[in-house]
């Protein structure tokens, strides 16, 4: 039996706890596909903890996403029953996970951006929202020192997995820069003080994965050109894989819950 997509309303608010929500789900589950895979017991256990500080992050803005919507969605319907041009995540969280360094370095990117995110969105004029934020920068925290201890002793360690690292570095930059852009729907948000301009994270941002990637003994990369296109709905092939895998479930079994 074919299941309906769910339709939302994507006021700028519903839109903007819509895209944060995606980026945590589809990360989270990219995390979660090394669960058993990983190199070492304690890395399975980290990674699949990190994912689920995703899961839990995505949860409470979905669930806020369809209290402002106001309609009959909920967190599930939302995560599990819209099509891939529905979904509103950075490119880069939909990356395949590629070798170990290049999931570290996918890691490294965000982390780094969400723990700057995070930090500022406590002063959010949404007060759910500065709640989230509140509990997130704590998780983000540790995800930005974990993938900045890996990311320093890949590319300080062997020459494999330098190279390794380097060349996930040069392949992942250009998706980097989305994370701060805005389009009209966030900037009225950010007049209002419910959101923040994460262009003004962009300093700070390249500071930190500069120093990590500095004393990686690794290069950051001079490309300024950026792909970008997640947040309007333009995805790359790899997002309609990984949601075949992730509402599988609940398309086969209509109604199953969290």
């Not at 669960?35 to 839990?56: F, K, R, V, Y």
């Not at 599990?80 to 996918?106: I, K, S």
């Amino acid at each position: 039996m074919a299941i309906a997509n769910v339709q939302v309303s994507e006021t700028p608010l519903v839109l903007y706890t819509l895209r944060r929500a995606d980026d945590a789900l589809i990360l989270g589950h990219r995390l979660s596909e090394w669960c058993g895979h990983a190199p070492m017991l304690e890395e399975d256990m980290a990674l699949s903890n990190i994912a689920l500080d995703l899961l839990g992050l995505a949860r409470e803005l979905y669930s806020y996403t369809a209290q402002v919507e106001g309609r009959d969605n909920d967190e599930d319907k939302l995560a599990y029953l819209r099509d891939v041009r529905q979904y509103r995540n950075l490119l880069l969280v939909e990356q395949p996970n590629g070798d170990f360094a290049r999931t570290l370095v996918r890691q490294l990117f965000y982390s780094a951006f969400a723990d700057l995110y995070w930090r500022a969105m406590m002063k959010s004029g949404d007060a759910t929202l500065a709640a989230i934020a509140a509990k997130s920068e704590k998780e983000s925290a540790y995800h930005l020192r974990h993938s900045s201890e890996w990311i320093i002793r890949l590319g300080d360690g062997t020459a494999e997995s330098h190279a390794r690292a380097q060349t996930a570095i040069d392949d992942l930059w250009a998706f980097t820069g989305e994370m701060f852009t805005v389009d009209e729907s966030e900037r009225g948000l950010i007049e209002t003080s419910v959101a923040i301009d994460p262009a003004g994270l962009r300093p700070q941002w390249l500071k930190t994965v500069s120093d990590v990637i500095g004393e990686a003994t690794l290069a950051v990369p001079t490309n300024d050109w950026m792909q970008q296109g997640g947040r309007g709905g333009r995805h790359s092939e790899h997002l309609g894989h990984l949601l075949s895998e992730l509402q599988h479930m609940q398309r086969t079994f209509p109604g199953l819950t969290w």
